[in-house]
């Protein structure tokens, strides 16, 4: 199902060793040059017809914005069956603030394609997470009160299907007033037929200091949700050192460790829909990584004469280029990566998988998780 390109590989060379028709092998690994391999590239050979059926019926779901384009969201399905729709605000009166671009189409889109569609909450402000907003939300209950009154009829006359908390930089002294304002949300949507769901940085021990997770906690939020989707990835990230995005021994420890506060059934990794170009030399404060696609990584090692390398242990492709005279270095996902994820998923019988995000296109590994009755 999975193949790796070697020196002197073509296309029809592959089509005619598998039986997988080229025309098919472009377009599901959507191949910008049909005459261009790059040694180390990893392919999805699919006969038509088949998929990967490698979600096995878990959940699979991502998050998007309103202003994604309507054929690349389309890729997703009917892989998809949970459609994150980010993001709805709050104001510090508990005001609930709609999303900039108008979401209904993409509820509408959900439905007709077999999947269900989520309210997504966070405490956005001047496009940034605010703590104080969150700090205001949680120590008052009339606000608190107030918001999920005007979420729950949101929720019912534009048919959503729930309601997903992703809130970051949680003071330390708001943990348990977090929690409790989670299960009173999941109390009042579940009398309602809905469903409450909640996002958490990656944690590995309880007494874990960082701004990101010092006022996340584990047991409680997985008492007062429905799910709780845990945000692995990002250890790689723009203004960090370079490596895997998502690196699987990383996000193994995370797994593990929520595995001893929340029970399986109620957790959904996350999985990257990116990665990251580097300029070289690294210099922290001063180095910023550029967010690209996965498709856009080959083809960018494709345009540079590139070698992609298969990290052991990240399980996670990466190459390097040089390019105007400047070094760099790029980590991604392929479809390698995401069966190594999946791996994890079923290993320890999780819930299933969400996405950040649906913003770029990644066909094959939609084809992939697709149920082959699909």
């Known amino acids: 199902m999975i193949y790796v390109v070697q020196n002197g590989d073509t296309l029809e060379g592959i089509s005619r060793e598998t ?25 999805l050979l699919l006969p038509p017809g088949e998929s990967g059926a490698l979600a096995g019926g878990r959940r699979v779901g991502g998050y998007a914005y309103p202003l994604v384009e309507p054929e690349i969201l389309g890729q997703a399905f009917p892989a998809v069956k949970e459609l994150l729709i980010f ?6 009166e508990g005001n609930l603030v709609p999303p900039p671009q108008d979401d209904l189409w993409m509820i509408e889109t959900a439905w007709n394609r ?26 008052n209950q009339e606000i ?19 309601v997903d908390i992703d809130f970051e930089y949680i003071l330390p002294e708001n943990r348990e007033q977090y929690a409790e304002f989670v299960g009173k949300t999941r109390q009042k949507m579940n009398e309602n037929g809905y469903r409450v769901s909640v996002a958490v940085a990656p944690k590995t021990s309880d007494g874990q200091k960082g701004l990101l997770v010092e006022g996340v906690d584990y047991a409680l939020l997985g008492e007062s949700a429905d799910a709780v989707f845990l945000m692995t990835y990002e250890w790689g990230y723009t203004y960090g ?3 895997a995005v998502a690196p699987l021994d990383k996000v193994r420890q995370v797994v ?36 690209i696609g996965n498709v856009e990584a080959v083809e960018i090692a494709a345009d540079n004469g590139a070698v992609i390398e298969y990290a052991p242990v990240a399980q996670s492709p990466w190459f390097t280029y040089r390019q105007s005279g400047m070094e760099h270095v790029v980590w991604f996902e392929d479809v390698r990566s995401i069966e190594a994820k999946w791996g994890l998923v079923r290993e320890y019988g999780l819930s299933g998988a969400w996405y950040w995000n649906l913003m770029r296109p990644f066909r094959a590994n939609w084809l992939l998780l697709r149920d082959s009755s699909l």
Do not use: H
Not at 121 to 135: D, E, H, I, Y
Not at 150 to 162: E, K
Not at 262 to 288: F, H, Q, S, V
């Open 19 to 43: 039986g997988v028709p080229v025309w098919k092998i472009v377009y599901d690994n959507q191949l910008s040059d049909r005459n261009i391999l790059v040694p180390g590239q990893a392919l």
């Open 87 to 92: 993001s709805y605000g709050f104001t510090f």
């Open 114 to 139: 077999g999947a269900e569609p989520l309210m997504v909450l966070t405490p956005f402000s001047g496009g940034a997470f605010n703590n104080q907003l969150v700090k205001v939300l949680v120590e």
């Open 144 to 162: 608190q009160d107030k918001l999920i009154e005007q979420m729950l009829v949101t929720v019912s006359d534009r048919g959503y299907a729930g």
């Open 241 to 243: 050192p370079p490596m």
């Open 256 to 291: 593990e460790y929520a595995l001893t506060r929340i029970p399986a059934e109620k957790l959904i990794m996350g999985i990257p829909n990116y990665g990251y170009d580097w300029p070289l030399p690294y210099e922290r404060g001063i180095t910023r990584a550029r967010t």
